[in-house]
């Protein structure tokens, strides 16, 4: 018998809309989206999931959300508003995850139906996570409240919670139907929240857009200074920057490369080993000084760009290093790091590194003695 082959493409759209008041009355975004959106179905619902410290911030927000969808009512809004503790801690403990299909399961939400996530990264993995295997696929809308979520994480294609003390280790590629960015919430974050999501700016200028980068560098006081529009324009670049990757690329990674993780095979392992008490934002900034001078040691990247990009972190008020960074013997515990990142998607590790600003350039291994020097000049490093 000869043997059967079948090939088939699948074609993802969504939109990534930026508004402000989201579920203000006056705002259809949101009901313009639910409207055109498959109308001729019947009975769809809508189950919120909301990040418990978004909502100690906006105590009305679920109330306007109840207000709106009394207003506008192309969908059912499911009462029962799940409000869930944030962080990474909604990663790592499976009592989100299994509220979520509880009540999938108690409220009857179809796959035609929506499960919506307010909140920060972690909370939309998680429920990006619980969306996708729930009836093999239920819609998910996302809703992000920092920067971080806004500019990066929240308009990609991952979902996934924590396992084996690995980041990520369950988790799915499952593309939302549409992200909405209300600049509204960005009123409510610290300062060190609103400074954290910046580092993944600077992470995607330096291996997108040499033009972007000299923007952060002309604008780092505005945006420290918290100057909306600045920010505004900030994660609209990296949303789109980040969205143009994903489209041109290998969105679900079916190789060995994650280019868009410049900085992070570190960062990961630090947020782990401080038991989070770093933020991933933070993280990300000490493992791109990290990377950047050893790009410099190993003959990629010019000095006077290593200078630049280092005093760009410290401008945003990062830290460059951390003890942990500080690479003395062979069996650290950072540089398992190395392998789990390997591990995650199989076959050759596979490290972004830079070859100048804005230019990417993938290795397959790291040399521990550069890595050690590298950890020492941070830890002395001086703007």
């Known amino acids: 018998m000869e043997h059967l082959s079948q090939s088939f493409t699948i074609k993802y759209d969504y939109q990534?809309?930026?508004?402000?008041?989201?579920?203000?009355?006056?705002?259809?975004?949101?009901?313009?989206?639910?409207?055109?959106?498959?109308?001729?179905?019947g009975g769809r619902k809508i189950l919120y999931i909301v990040d418990k410290g978004v909502v100690s911030v906006y105590p009305q927000l679920i109330e306007s959300i109840r207000a709106y969808f009394n207003k506008y009512k192309s969908v059912q809004l499911i009462s029962d508003i799940l409000i869930i503790p944030g962080g990474e801690g909604a990663k790592n403990d499976e009592t989100g995850f299994k509220q979520i299909l509880e009540a999938v399961h108690t409220n009857g939400i179809d796959r035609h139906s929506y499960i919506a996530a307010i909140g920060g990264g972690s909370i939309l993995d998680m429920v990006g996570y619980a969306s996708a295997v729930a009836h093999r696929g239920i819609k998910h809308i996302r809703i992000p409240t920092t920067v971080l979520s806004q500019n990066d994480s929240g308009v990609g294609v991952k979902n996934g919670i924590n396992y084996f003390n690995k980041k990520n280790f369950l988790g799915t590629f499952s593309p939302p139907v549409a992200v909405f960015n209300d600049d509204l919430f960005l009123n409510g974050l610290t300062d060190a929240e609103w400074r954290s999501g910046i580092s993944e700016a600077v992470k995607v200028a330096l291996i997108k857009d040499n033009g972007f980068f000299q923007w952060l560098e002309e604008n780092s006081t505005q945006l420290v200074d918290r100057d909306r529009v600045a920010m505004n324009y900030l994660i609209w670049k990296c949303a789109k920057l980040h969205m143009e990757h994903i489209a041109s690329s290998d969105p679900f990674e079916s190789g060995s490369s994650r280019p868009l993780d410049f900085g992070h095979w570190s960062a990961h392992k630090l947020e782990y080993l401080t038991n989070f008490q770093i933020r991933h934002g933070e993280a990300v900034a000490m493992g791109i000084a990290l990377d950047t001078v050893y790009s410099n040691l190993a003959g990629l990247l010019p000095h006077d760009e290593t200078q630049?990009?280092?005093?760009?972190?410290?401008?945003?008020?990062?830290?460059?290093t951390h003890p942990l960074l500080q690479i003395e013997e062979d069996n650290n515990a950072i540089l398992t790091g190395l392998e789990e990142f390997r591990e995650h998607l199989g076959g050759i590790l596979t490290i972004m590194l830079i070859t100048a600003i804005g230019q990417g350039v993938e290795v397959h291994e790291m040399d521990r003695g550069l890595l050690k020097e590298a950890g020492k000049i941070l830890n002395n490093f001086q703007p």
């Open 308 to 320: 630049r990009i280092l005093q760009l972190l410290m401008k945003f008020g990062f830290e460059v």
């Open 16 to 41: 990534v809309y930026f508004t402000t008041s989201l579920f203000s009355i006056e705002n259809t975004l949101f009901n313009d989206f639910l409207t055109s959106s498959e109308s001729g179905l």
